[in-house]
C-alpha cells in the first residue's frame, strides 16, 4: 500500500542552507489569514450551509483542472456526470465516477492538481494512502462520512481553513439571493461578491442583446440608449457594493482599451445591439467598456481586474453539449503596451483607480507587464493565475517582475477556483514559492533576512488586503 505524505519541506529549496532560510521564513506566514479576494465558488454554499452530497459533488464536478485533464484522456463529460444541455444520458452514480477519477489519478503526476488534491486528502480529511483504483471505495466512504458532520459544513470550514475574505463572482443580471441571504443571517463569514460585466459589455458573448435588454428591465433603465445603458451598469455596481463588492472583474479576450467620442459610442452602440457590428468593432466596444469602467471605478472606488488571453471555449462540441468552463480554454498571446494606452492615457496618472491586470502570456511578464506597472500609479499586477498557477509559474512570475516593478507593484495571491477545498492547498503552494525565492535572495546576500521577512508577510497577507480595499 502506498502512503500518502505531505513533506513538511516541500516546495522549500534543495541546498540546505537556502532550506533553512525558507523554513525560518515559513513560519511567518503559515498560519496567517487566507485572503481568497478573487473566486468562482458557490455562494449558495455558504447562505444554505448544508452539508455538501458526495466527494465526487464537491472535489470533481466544480473543478475544471481534473476533468480538462481526464477528458484530454479520453474520459467524457458525460461518464463524470456533468450536465449536458443536448439532453444525452450522463452518469449518475457519484461512486462510479470518483471510481473513475481513482483510475486516472495517477496522470496529474507532477500537476499542481496533484499538489492540491493530496493536500486536501491528507490535511483535510486526513487520509494516509494514495489513492488509486484500489483504495477508491475507502476514500470515498472515509470523506463521504466526513462530509455529513458538522464540521464539514460551509461556514465550519471557512472558519477552520482561517479564510478572512473569500469572494465570489456574479453577473450584473445575478439577484444576488444567496449574498442577501449571508447578509440575513446571524454568521459573520467574510464571503463578498465581486462584479463580472462580461455578459452585458462583451457583444460575443451568448444572448448579449437579449442579457442588455433584462439589464434594463433590472435597473428599470432604457438599455437601448447609451445613457440608460451606462446608467445601469452603474446602478448594478452600486447595488453589488451592498453586499460587500469592492472589485470589478474583466474577462475579455484582449487588452485592447478605447477612448471614443460621445457620437462614436452612440453609433457603435446601436450596432451591436443591431447585432451589425463586425469582429473589429466588437473588439473596439469591448474596449471601450473596460475604459467607461475605469470612469466609473474612480467615482465608486471598486478595483478593475482584468485578466486577459484567453481563447474561450476552443472546443465547440464541448461548448455546445456542455457549456463554459468546462477546460477548453486555452491561452492566446497577448500584447499590452499599445492596448492599455487608450485608458492610461485616460486615467493612468489618477491614483483613484486601482487596475489590477493578469496574464496567460507570460512572455509579457518582464516585456511590459513589470515595466508598465512599475512606472503607472494606476496599475498592479495580478498573480500568475490558471494554467500558471503552479510552483514554476509562481517562480517565474517573481523571477521576471521583481526586477522592474518589485513586489509592491503586485497584489499577493489569489486562487481563482471553484474548488472550495483546494484553497488552504493553493495559498499554501503560494506561500512556499515566495519563501523559496525570498530565501534565495537572503542566501545570495542581496536581501538582509529581516526585510525578506516583512516581505512575505506582505505578499501573503498585507498587499492583498490593500489592493482590494478590505477592511
Given at each position: ?438 530565501a534565495r535572495l537572503v542566501a545570495e546576500h542581496r536581501l538582509p533576512e529581516g526585510e525578506a521577512r516583512d516581505v512575505v508577510v506582505d505578499l501573503t497577507y498585507n498587499l492583498v488586503k490593500k489592493a482590494y480595499k478590505l477592511k
Amino acid at each position: 500500500m502506498s502512503t500518502l505524505y505531505l513533506h513538511p519541506d516541500r516546495l522549500l529549496p534543495a541546498d540546505e542552507s537556502t532550506r533553512a532560510i525558507a523554513r525560518r521564513l515559513y513560519q511567518e506566514v503559515e498560519g496567517l489569514p487566507i485572503i481568497s479576494p478573487h473566486g468562482h465558488t458557490d455562494p449558495a454554499w455558504f447562505a444554505d450551509n448544508e452539508y455538501f452530497h458526495n466527494p465526487t459533488e464537491l472535489l470533481i464536478k466544480p473543478d475544471h483542472y481534473v476533468f480538462r485533464l481526464l477528458y484530454s484522456l479520453g474520459v467524457s463529460m458525460a461518464a463524470l456526470g456533468l450536465p449536458c444541455k443536448a439532453g444525452e444520458i450522463v452518469e449518475q452514480d457519484p461512486r462510479k465516477i470518483w471510481r473513475l477519477f481513482a483510475r486516472h489519478y495517477a496522470a496529474f503526476r507532477g500537476t499542481p492538481t496533484r499538489l492540491w488534491m493530496d493536500y486536501v486528502f491528507s490535511s483535510v480529511f486526513n487520509l494516509t494512502q494514495l489513492l488509486n483504483e484500489n483504495s477508491a471505495d475507502t476514500y470515498y466512504e472515509r470523506i463521504n462520512e466526513q462530509l455529513h458532520t458538522e464540521a464539514f459544513r460551509p461556514r465550519a470550514l471557512m472558519d477552520r481553513f482561517n479564510i478572512e475574505y473569500l469572494a465570489t463572482t456574479e453577473s450584473p443580471l445575478d439577484d444576488l439571493r444567496h449574498h442577501r441571504a449571508i447578509r440575513g443571517s446571524d454568521w459573520c463569514g467574510g464571503v463578498i461578491t465581486t462584479y463580472r460585466p462580461d455578459p452585458v459589455v462583451d457583444p460575443d458573448y451568448e444572448n448579449f442583446v437579449d442579457n442588455v435588454m433584462a439589464l434594463g428591465e433590472l435597473t428599470g433603465e432604457n438599455t437601448s440608449s447609451w445613457a440608460g445603458y451606462l446608467s445601469a451598469l452603474r446602478q448594478r455596481r452600486d447595488y453589488f457594493k451592498t453586499f460587500g463588492a469592492t472589485a470589478t472583474d474583466h474577462g475579455h479576450p484582449s487588452a485592447q482599451t478605447s477612448d471614443l467620442s460621445l457620437d462614436q459610442c452612440r453609433a457603435l452602440f446601436a450596432k451591436v445591439l443591431a447585432g451589425n457590428h463586425t469582429t473589429d468593432e466588437a473588439e473596439v466596444f469591448r474596449g471601450q467598456m473596460l475604459t467607461e469602467m475605469a470612469a466609473m471605478s474612480l467615482d465608486d472606488e471598486l478595483v478593475m481586474q482584468l485578466h486577459p488571453g484567453s481563447f474561450r471555449n476552443h472546443n465547440p462540441q464541448v461548448f455546445r453539449d456542455y457549456g463554459r468552463d468546462k477546460g477548453a480554454d486555452i491561452p492566446i498571446q497577448v500584447e499590452y503596451v499599445k492596448a492599455l494606452k487608450p485608458l492610461l492615457d485616460k486615467y493612468g496618472n489618477d491614483p483613484r483607480l486601482s487596475m489590477i491586470v493578469f496574464t496567460l502570456d507570460e512572455s509579457v511578464y518582464s516585456r511590459e507587464l513589470a515595466p508598465l506597472a512599475g512606472h503607472y500609479p494606476a496599475l498592479k499586477l495580478g498573480p500568475p493565475w490558471w494554467f500558471h498557477d503552479s510552483p514554476e509559474g509562481m517562480r517565474r512570475f517573481r523571477e521576471q517582475v521583481t526586477e522592474t516593478a518589485g513586489f509592491y507593484n503586485t497584489v499577493g495571491f489569489n486562487d481563482d477556483t471553484r474548488a472550495f477545498l483546494s484553497i488552504p492547498a493553493r495559498h499554501d503552494v503560494a506561500r512556499r514559492m515566495d519563501c523559496h525565492f525570498l530565501a534565495r535572495l537572503v542566501a545570495e546576500h542581496r536581501l538582509p533576512e529581516g526585510e525578506a521577512r516583512d516581505v512575505v508577510v506582505d505578499l501573503t497577507y498585507n498587499l492583498v488586503k490593500k489592493a482590494y480595499k478590505l477592511k
